[in-house]
């Protein structure tokens, strides 16, 4: 661990380095550095505090590291309280992300994964999002930061508050609303392998059931895999605080939540059974996925091996069943209310008492820089070419991404 004095424990600043709003943030780290009594600030990367601020400040630095904030962290790492480092994706080896866009992949590299070193250099703490990238990288010393759900001001409006499970009731609506069942896939540009793969669990429902519509968040190949299909609508992916309130909006009655086996999901953490929740919606998710340590099968949701013909029947029976979707939307309620208990019993001093050691470990030996960098871009390249032939609270202003981060 990390020797930390008194003043150090308790920061009178917090500064939160980050692209923009987005979800890592406000699920895994403001809710737990808000509950200090230090003043917590957001900065994006352009917004560079004085070094004179940072005298007894910590930083937390999410996700991604700029080259201005490391010289800025450089200059000012001996009057710093505490430097932290927080990931909610296996950003520390570049073969996890291999199948996403290049991209997205390299933006991981040059964002992350090429400043690992530095990060041990600097003595910087490392916060993980889940138990996974806690056990893989035990030589680290990480700390485990638990998601916290968001606050009822975030939920659908015709959701009850998420901690007051008793005010969820089961009840008839109006025939021709009960009729209609609007399905839904929210994900990112790190999503577009399981985007690509419900086309055909889309396409089947569509072809049995007139009454069911799909609503997915998606880029310009998405709205082209999909332009075919009437019952479908592609939203253009949105910037996080824009999602916000695209989420809130009524009408919603089940959410998805398909989870391929790849490296890169080896680390996914649970919050979007918090997103298809404060849709008002009931879940379908993977069976494998992180949630299945708190899902009972038809109660929280309905978990469904990675199978087409699965997800087709899941979705069909679960349209048809509204009593058994009120029942799954009131059993997850009380489980939000269970994980917020245990998220909320984390606290930012606490985090550096988890650290026992001086973060010593040493990474795998690493070549001249940029031969690094040639290499991975490389072999990233190798990879696009090979699949391509295969297939023929103060803050600051600032904007936010929820694409892929």
């Known amino acids: 661990m990390l020797a930390h004095d008194n003043d150090a424990v308790q920061p009178s600043r917090i500064y939160i380095v980050e692209e923009g709003p987005n979800p890592s943030t406000d699920y895994f780290v403001l809710p737990l550095v808000t509950r200090t009594h230090a003043t917590v600030l957001r900065c994006s990367w352009d917004q560079l505090p004085a070094a004179d601020d940072l005298h007894g400040a910590s930083i937390i630095v999410i ?37 996403l866009t290049w991209r997205y992949r390299f933006k991981l590299l040059k964002r992350a994964t090429w400043h690992r070193k530095w990060l041990l250099k600097m003595q910087s703490e490392l916060w993980v999002s889940t138990p996974w990238l806690q056990q893989k990288y035990a030589s680290l010393k990480p700390c485990l930061v638990r998601p916290t759900p968001l606050s009822p001001a975030n939920y659908c409006n015709k959701l009850p508050n998420h901690a007051d499970s008793s005010s969820v009731e089961i009840r008839q609506i109006d025939q021709v609303l009960a009729k209609n069942c609007n399905v839904f896939y929210h994900g990112t540009g790190s999503h577009q392998a399981e985007i690509e793969w419900l086309l055909p669990v889309i396409e089947q429902v569509l072809a049995v059931n007139n009454n ?19 019952r479908v609508t592609v939203i253009p992916q949105m910037k996080w605080p ?12 089940i959410g998805l939540a398909p989870m391929l086996d790849h490296p890169f999901n080896l680390a996914r953490s649970y919050t979007k059974f918090f997103d298809i929740h404060r849709a008002g919606a009931a879940g379908i998710y993977a069976e494998q996925g992180p949630w299945q340590a708190f899902i009972e099968p038809g109660k929280q949701g309905v978990l ?34 269970e994980l917020l208990y245990e998220a ?12 026992t050691d ?27 070419e090979l699949a391509e032939s295969s297939q023929s609270i103060k803050h600051n202003q600032h904007p936010g991404q929820r694409n892929a981060h």
């Open 63 to 99: 996700r991604y590291v700029t080259a201005e904030w490391r010289a800025l962290i450089e200059q000012t790492r001996h009057s710093l309280a505490r430097l932290i480092y927080f990931m909610d994706d296996d950003l520390f080896d570049w073969k996890a992300a291999q199948g």
């Open 212 to 230: 069911i519509r799909f609503e997915i968040i998606g880029n310009a190949k998405t709205q082209k895999l999909y332009g075919h299909l009437k």
């Open 242 to 253: 824009a999602y916000q309130d695209f989420i809130k909006q009524p009408g919603r009655h």
């Open 304 to 337: 469904v091996p990675m199978q087409v013909a699965n997800w087709v029947s899941a979705i069909l029976d679960l349209a048809a069943a509204q009593a058994q979707r009120a029942s799954i939307l009131r059993a997850a309620s009380d489980t939000i209310h």
């Open 344 to 355: 909320q019993n984390q606290n930012f001093e606490g985090m550096a008492e988890q650290q």
């Open 358 to 384: 001086v973060v010593s470990a040493q990474f795998e030996t690493f070549e001249p820089r940029a031969h690094r960098q040639s290499a991975a871009v490389n072999a990233l390249r190798q990879t696009d």
